[in-house]
């Protein structure tokens, strides 16, 4: 098999654990990192070459590793002919209009909405989508940043003042309103389709959130909940023939599923995969951009992922415990960073438990907020 080189839009640890997972089969990554526009080693971040289009033309395929990537940028790609998956999913992944009118278009279940650019449009929005409702930036947000939550009629002013400030802030920016939806819990997809239509999609994954951040994520066994967002998986992916990882993130409304939204890429929701599955969501994006075959998405054990934020050690007893596995992004610490995870594994959901209780044990709670609480209550 041919070395193949492929690179990668954003340089952080999702390009970072394309390269660790692609060297076994002969697949050599280089990021380009979008705010410094330099091409570095996602291992290392040396530098390793100077300017798009040179990269462009040393590369095999290219993809991204986000979805907040300047429009102009995303053309050059697209003209080469060799960006996968398509640049229209990457700019639906970055634009909540863009993405609320894909979600209606592949039919669907998605939460009502009301795209807003003016107090007019916002009035008319608390009459056509109803109170309380969830107010998003069409653009940059993530994390549970640039969202507003309007309860009641007596707080409409106040709301539209502060939501109005990001719409004059950043230039074509809107607002989406959503109706709250009150979901018992969220849980994601990640799957994977080549270019010939063929997909494979990993168990669902149960997601914990603390302050808007991805906490723990759960692998789980539920074959009619599969069944309803496999199905939704296919309408989006076969939409946007979508070539490469796909995650798409739903609400759990009494057995019902809901799309929230769209990731166009390996996603942190996935990572139970490096240690839980046959072959990790990482692997499976690099053979579907390349046009490989697709490896199973088999789970092989129970498995969990816990996301360490903002810190750069952990208890030294982890490394012993046979279930957990640590994987650090290399990164220098800031608060609330995304600086590794933790994987951890059981044979059996007994023993997952188990393991996930020691792990909490020994972590500082400080240090992971609401954790503890959330996996006793298992
Ligand atoms: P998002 O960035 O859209 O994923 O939103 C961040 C978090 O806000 C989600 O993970 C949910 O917990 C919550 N959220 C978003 N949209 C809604 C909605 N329409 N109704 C209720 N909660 C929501």
Known sequence: MANKHVLVLGAGQLARMMSLAGAPLNINISAFDVSSEKIVHPLTQNIIGHGLNNAIAKADVITAEFEHIPHSILDICQQSGKFRPTTQAIKAGGDRRIEKQLLDDAKVANAKYAVITNRAEFDDAITSVGLPMVLKTALGGYDGKGQWRLKSTTDIDATWSES???????????????????????????????????MAVYPLTENVHVDGVLSLSIAIDESELQQQAAKMFQAISDKLNYVGVL??????????????????????????????????????????????????????????????LGQDT?????????????????????????????????????????????????????????????????
């Open 247 to 308: 995650a798409i993130e739903f609400f759990d409304v009494n057995g019902k599923l809901l799309v929230n939204e769209i990731a166009p890429r390996v996603h942190n929701s996935g990572h139970w995969t490096q240690q839980g599955a046959e072959v990790c969501q990482f692997e499976n994006h690099l053979r579907a951009v390349c046009d490989m075959p697709l490896g199973s998405t088999k789970a092989i054990r129970h498995a969990a992922m816990i996301n360490i």
């Open 164 to 198: 109005q400030q990001s719409l004059s802030d950043t230039p074509h920016q809107a607002i989406v309103a959503e109706e709250f939806v009150p979901f018992q819990r969220e849980v994601s997809l990640i799957g994977a389709r080549r270019v010939n239509g063929e």
């Open 314 to 378: 952990l208890p030294k007893e982890i490394l012993a415990m046979p279930n957990c596995h640590i994987h650090w992004y290399g990164k220098e610490k800031r608060a609330g960073r995304k600086m590794g995870h933790i994987n951890v594994c059981g044979n059996t959901q007994g023993e997952l438990d188990k393991a996930l209780k020691e792990l909490v044990a020994i972590l500082d709670e400080s240090e992971f907020p609401e954790l503890k609480q959330h996996i006793n209550q298992r």
